[in-house]
């Protein structure tokens, strides 16, 4: 029981986590976005991320509310 409660309401270690997982995301979408067509396609500038916002989009509004902060 005590399992189920803390994975339905993180800590503030998971907090500081996924926002730092959200952080690390952004960098990586960024450094893409801006990458020279020479370094990386644009067709692959924009496929790497889409499995990323697939699972991200999975998640329940409350999870993607405290990951944004």
Same mark, same amino acid.
Request: no cysteine.
């Given at each position: 029981m005590a399992a189920t409660a803390r994975a339905s309401s993180?800590?503030?270690? *998971?907090?500081?986590?996924? !926002?730092? #997982?959200?952080?690390? $995301?952004?960098? &990586?979408? &960024?450094?893409?976005? #801006?990458?020279?067509?020479?370094? &990386? *396609?644009?067709?692959?500038?924009?496929?790497v991320p889409e499995p990323v916002i697939?699972?991200?989009?999975?998640?329940?509004? $409350?999870? !993607? !509310?405290?990951?944004?902060?």
């Open positions: 993180p800590g503030p270690t *998971t907090t500081a986590l996924e !926002r730092t #997982l959200a952080k690390a $995301l952004t960098e &990586i979408v &960024i450094g893409l976005d #801006l990458s020279d067509d020479d370094a &990386i *396609t644009p067709e692959a500038a924009t496929a697939a699972l991200l989009q999975d998640l329940p509004e $409350l999870n !993607r !509310r405290a990951s944004s902060g």
